[in-house]
Structure formats: C-alpha cells, structure tokens
C-alpha cells in the first residue's frame, strides 16, 4: 500500500487498541484513521478468528465501501471475509451474506437497523459475540438523525464490557466525549481543535456574490485558465441544486458528474469511480461526498452554497490540501451567509481572503448569457423529468 511510516493517530492508537483498551480518536482527516482501526483488529483477528469479529457503522454508503476496500487490502493475505450493509443494495442478498457469518460487517446504520428488524435471527446472531465496535465519523452518528436505528444495532451486539468500542473522527465533539464516562480503560488521543480543523496547507478564499448569478460566477471560476484543468468539488446543500449545476456544465462541456441522495447506489458508485479516474474533473455533490471519501486528486473545493454548520464546512474543505498537499477553497457568500461565514471563521481560527481572479465585469462578459440559458434549460428539463416520472407513478397507482 505504499505506507513506510505510521500517522500520529496510529502510533497513538494502535499500540493501545491491541492492549484491549476502547479508544476515541481524533484527527484532521486524510491523516490514516482507518487503518489506526483497521490494522489492530485484523491483528486480533488473526490470533483468534471467528465471525462476525468487527462492526463498523458509518454514516454514508460511499465511506462504507471505502472502508472495505481498506480492510480487503489490508487483510488480502488472511483470507478475510467481509460484508458491506447499506441502502440501495439488495437486501435478501445483504441478509444471505450476514447468515455467513463475515469477520467484519461494514454498515450504515439505517439498513442494518432493517435487517434486525426483519432479516431473522438467522442473519443477525453473529452479531451478538462482536469482539469491536468501531464507529468511524462518530460526531455524525451521534447526531440526533441517527439515534433509533443506532440503539436498534447496539442493542443486539455484545455488550460494552465484553467488547471494545473504537470511536474515530476528525471533530471530537461534546456528544462523542460524553460517552467517554461509558466504557471501560478508555484511551483517548484528539489533536488539539485549532490544529485538526484546517489543513495548513489549504488556501481559503471568498467571493460575495448576489445569490441570483452564482452559477455564472461558478462558471467564470471553474472555466478560468488557470483553473481550466483542476479537479474540482462543488458542495451544495440540496440534491436538485447538484442536479441543475451538473447539466449546466454538461451544456458547456466540462467533464462533470454528480453526487447525491437522488440518485440509485449504482449511479453513486459509478459517479464516485468517474471522478477518481479522473474522468470527470468536476463534481458536484451534496454532504455525502464530505466526509472521509479519500479523493486524493481533488486541487478545489466550492462551496457554493454555505452549509449552516462550521464542522460541515470543515469536513467539505477537507477534501483537499490532505496529507501535506497543497489545495484551495472557495466560498460564494450572498447576502444570506454573512452570520454563517462569520461563524466558520470563528471556528477554524482564520479570516478568509477575498478571491480576485473572477470579476464582476469578467462574469458579465464571458458567461453570464450563456450560464442563463443553460440554466433555465436544466430546469425545465427536470421539471419534464418530474412530471413524467409523476404521471408513469399515477399510471401505476391506477389514479
């Protein structure tokens, strides 16, 4: 795998996971979590194999099946069995890998909530004498969205005392260092606040923009010489803004795709593969693509919309400048965003500088007509879609 050294966070962690002791682990991402996890379970594993060993939650479909291309490289010479458990995946399938009794069960916790609420015992009993629980992103797990299906899974799997329970992220929260008073011999490495949130290496930028011209600023940005050639991620809140933006630069021939929760698990894959192949050099994606995804070829981050939480924002810009690579971001601030910005700025300790390479008059010139019309065109096209996708629904209801 290429890896002489050990990161900070393994030569912290792994020694003290292989004593027994659970572990809450923090570290800016990009800087070898999963192995720090991944390495010492494999390690006991070995010494006493059995199935299932490991569960490890985690809070998206794509981190799930990075994670498992992580343990099949690291455990290619033990012959390790494992299954990945998330949504928009065939479920009789995932309940017929589950009855194999994998070494290590890699899941979301919504669909591994469905199969122990309907799978049988069958597909669930290997979960109750699971020697590790890791929950990797556990700041997000622990949010309130996950909270049911999250006691669902614990509440079949091996109690805390016989278990250890790994925690990892890149933002320790308060909700994570609550559960510290839960678990036994606990260990607990956090590279202070100030030095986890932001890359060094990473160039932040802000353009103030009225909200209805975005996207022709978006392009200006994306299409400038200098930038022509990047690869690059725009983050937007919301699954129709990735949609309209992606058929706006397909218009205009720039290599892009998506990433979202509107689209099938096999149109996220695919995406996801597109742009690691560098054959897409744009992607537009929602919060999913913002944690953990090791995109190593990412040189720009947009936030084209401002999430409303500066702990996203951190996880977004993460993407790039990872492992002492250089990388820039770039925030569109209109009128609304100026309490979230201010917000941002206090939490990760610095004040953005203003972009200066996309002018107002630049915008007006070279893309503002033709962002219009491709715009307005994706729009209706997605409303067609809708509709048409409404109607074969009615024809199916018989309404």
């Given at each position: 795998?290429?890896?002489?050294?050990?990161s900070?966070?393994?030569?912290?962690?792994i020694?003290?996971i292989l004593?027994g002791r659970?572990?809450?682990?923090?570290?800016?991402?990009?800087s070898?979590k999963?192995?720090?996890f991944?390495?010492?379970?494999l390690?006991k594993l070995?010494?006493?194999?059995?199935?299932?060993?490991a569960?490890v939650?985690t809070?998206?479909r794509e981190?799930?099946?990075?994670?498992?291309?992580?343990?099949?490289?690291?455990?290619a010479s033990m012959?390790?069995?494992?299954?990945?458990i998330v949504?928009?995946m065939d479920m009789?399938?995932?309940?017929?890998?589950l009855?194999?009794r994998?070494?290590?069960?890699?899941?979301?916790p919504g669909?591994?909530a469905?199969?122990?609420?309907?799978s049988?015992?069958?597909?669930?009993a290997g979960?109750r004498?699971?020697k590790?629980?890791?929950?990797d992103?556990?700041?997000r797990l622990?949010?309130?969205g996950?909270?049911e299906?999250l006691e669902?899974?614990?509440?079949?799997?091996?109690?805390?005392?016989t278990?250890q329970?790994?925690?990892?992220?890149?933002?320790i929260?308060?909700?994570?260092?609550?559960?510290?008073?839960?678990?036994?011999?606990?260990?607990?490495?956090?590279v202070?606040s100030n030095?986890?949130?932001?890359?060094a290496?990473?160039?932040q930028?802000?353009l103030?923009?009225p909200t209805h011209?975005?996207e022709a600023y978006?392009?200006?940005?994306?299409?400038?010489?200098?930038n022509?050639?990047?690869?690059?991620?725009?983050?937007?809140?919301?699954?129709?803004?990735?949609?309209?933006?992606k058929?706006?630069?397909?218009?205009?021939d720039?290599r892009?795709t998506?990433?979202h929760s509107?689209?099938s698990?096999?149109e996220?894959i695919?995406?996801l593969g597109?742009?690691?192949?560098?054959?897409?050099?744009v992607?537009?994606?929602?919060?999913?693509?913002?944690?953990g995804l090791?995109?190593?070829?990412?040189?720009?981050?947009?936030?084209?919309d401002i999430p409303?939480?500066?702990?996203?924002?951190?996880?977004?810009?993460?993407?790039?400048?990872?492992?002492g690579?250089?990388?820039?971001?770039?925030?569109f601030v209109?009128e609304?965003?100026?309490?979230?910005i201010?917000a941002?700025e206090?939490?990760?300790?610095?004040v953005?500088?203003k972009y200066?390479?996309?002018?107002?008059s630049?915008v007006i010139?070279d893309?503002?007509?033709?962002?219009?019309?491709a715009k307005?065109e994706?729009?209706?096209?997605?409303e067609?879609?809708?509709?048409?996708?409404?109607s074969?629904?009615?024809?199916f209801?018989?309404?």
């Amino acid at each position: 795998m290429a890896i002489r050294r050990p990161s900070q966070i393994q030569i912290a962690c792994i020694p003290q996971i292989l004593k027994g002791r659970d572990c809450i682990g923090g570290a800016r991402t990009g800087s070898g979590k999963t192995i720090a996890f991944a390495a010492p379970i494999l390690q006991k594993l070995s010494e006493d194999p059995f199935g299932v060993f490991a569960v490890v939650m985690t809070p998206t479909r794509e981190l799930a099946l990075q994670i498992s291309e992580q343990f099949a490289a690291l455990g290619a010479s033990m012959n390790l069995r494992q299954a990945v458990i998330v949504g928009g995946m065939d479920m009789i399938a995932q309940a017929l890998a589950l009855q194999k009794r994998p070494h290590v069960v890699i899941a979301t916790p919504g669909r591994l909530a469905d199969h122990i609420r309907s799978s049988g015992e069958e597909a669930i009993a290997g979960l109750r004498r699971v020697k590790f629980l890791v929950m990797d992103e556990a700041d997000r797990l622990l949010t309130p969205g996950f909270a049911e299906d999250l006691e669902e899974c614990m509440n079949v799997m091996a109690k805390a005392k016989t278990r250890q329970t790994l925690l990892f992220s890149a933002t320790i929260t308060q909700s994570v260092m609550q559960l510290k008073e839960s678990f036994r011999h606990i260990f607990v490495h956090e590279v202070p606040s100030n030095s986890i949130s932001i890359p060094a290496t990473l160039d932040q930028t802000y353009l103030f923009i009225p909200t209805h011209v975005r996207e022709a600023y978006l392009v200006s940005l994306l299409t400038l010489p200098i930038n022509e050639k990047k690869s690059a991620i725009v983050f937007v809140n919301r699954a129709t803004t990735a949609e309209v933006l992606k058929r706006i630069f397909r218009s205009m021939d720039v290599r892009v795709t998506s990433l979202h929760s509107q689209i099938s698990q096999r149109e996220r894959i695919d995406s996801l593969g597109r742009f690691r192949a560098e054959a897409a050099r744009v992607l537009v994606a929602t919060d999913v693509a913002s944690r953990g995804l090791d995109i190593p070829v990412v040189q720009m981050v947009v936030n084209f919309d401002i999430p409303a939480d500066p702990d996203d924002y951190i996880h977004r810009v993460g993407r790039t400048a990872r492992a002492g690579r250089t990388g820039e971001s770039i925030a569109f601030v209109t009128e609304h965003d100026i309490n979230r910005i201010k917000a941002i700025e206090e939490r990760v300790g610095k004040v953005m500088t203003k972009y200066e390479l996309v002018t107002e008059s630049m915008v007006i010139r070279d893309s503002l007509q033709q962002t219009s019309n491709a715009k307005r065109e994706a729009l209706m096209d997605l409303e067609r879609e809708n509709s048409g996708s409404l109607s074969k629904k009615r024809r199916f209801d018989g309404r």
